[in-house]
């Protein structure tokens, strides 16, 4: 029982403030499948793809040790817990990544 795996993560991340805030637009940077929480869908069903937008709608604890972002993706209508490495803010990118975008990055503005 003394050999639990937290993730690889030793970091305490509540121990700091939440990475993201209540009503941000994000991006999810991986697939999320269910993992047995998510109610009428199978086990290993894709719930969220890779490149969705959400808004986080609630932010919670897990393990006394992560935060854990409620996010609402309006595509597929799922609202699903995710951890801040899984995620990635549109709301505060840095200007050099805007640069980058060019004319996505108005296209991204227009997802609110």
Do not use: W
């Not at 991986?30 to 109610?39: A, E, F, K, L, Q």
């Amino acid at each position: 029982m003394a050999d639990i795996n937290r993730d690889d993560d030793d970091v305490i991340e509540i121990a700091l403030p939440p990475r993201f805030a209540m009503g941000e637009r994000v991006i999810s940077r991986s697939v999320v499948r269910n993992d047995g929480t998510y109610n009428g869908k199978d086990i290993g069903e894709v719930l969220v793809g890779k490149g969705e937008v959400g808004f986080v709608r609630s932010i919670g604890t897990f393990l006394q040790q992560f935060y854990i972002y409620a996010v609402e993706f309006s595509g597929s209508g799922h609202r699903v817990g995710m951890r801040a490495k899984e995620l990635c803010t549109l709301d505060h990118l840095p200007d050099e990544v805007l640069a980058l975008l060019g004319e996505r990055a108005a296209q991204l503005d227009q997802i609110r």
